[in-house]
């Protein structure tokens, strides 16, 4: 059992990282939104890699936000059927659906592979002059994202499988 909750937490410190990046992004992205907005009406100015970076900062927030959100406990549910139910069949449900969310995010994390070595390989970059270099590591948050979606699901599964309390308790 302890080990169980030894992998548990190790794998939800990662995800909380993670989510701290994702907040801290947020913050970046407002900030540079702001300034990008000040300079092209203020003073004409624009650059064509700060807009790129500005939706750039959008994928980390949601693929690292993600896994953050179901170790938080606000990941979508219906909640009308949900509550109505048994708590061990609660339980069953969490279980089932850590599991599925384990095996889905690292088939699409495996699928993603081979997309981020192509882009690395021909050294993708902007089509637009003066945009961005090195679209492959932008890519390359695709496959974490959704390998941290399945960590996440594995312990969301193994909290619940083996009752373990909550992060809160």
């Known amino acids: 059992m302890r080990t169980v909750e030894r992998v548990v937490h190790g794998i939800e410190a990662v995800v909380r990282l993670f989510g701290w990046i994702a907040a801290w992004t947020c913050v970046v992205l407002v900030a540079l939104v702001a300034g990008d907005v000040v300079m092209r009406y203020l003073f004409s ?32 549910r219906v909640d009308v059927f949900y509550e109505r139910l048994p708590v ?18 690292l088939y699409i994390a495996w ?3 081979p997309w981020v070595a192509q882009s690395f390989v ?21 496959p974490l994202g959704f390998l941290l979606l ?14 373990l309390p909550s992060r809160g308790e």
């Open 45 to 76: 100015i624009g650059a064509v890699w700060l807009q790129e970076l500005q939706w750039h900062l959008i994928s980390p927030i949601a693929l690292f936000g993600m896994s953050y959100l179901l170790f938080v406990g606000e990941q979508v």
């Open 88 to 105: 061990n069949v609660q339980r069953a449900i969490e279980v089932l659906g850590g599991l599925l969310l384990l095996i889905m995010g």
């Open 111 to 113: 699928l993603t592979l």
């Open 122 to 142: 021909r050294g993708e970059s902007s089509p637009n002059p003066g945009g961005l270099p090195f679209r492959w590591l932008l890519k390359s948050l695709i």
């Open 150 to 163: 399945a960590l996440q699901g594995l312990a969301h599964a193994l909290r619940q499988g083996f009752s």
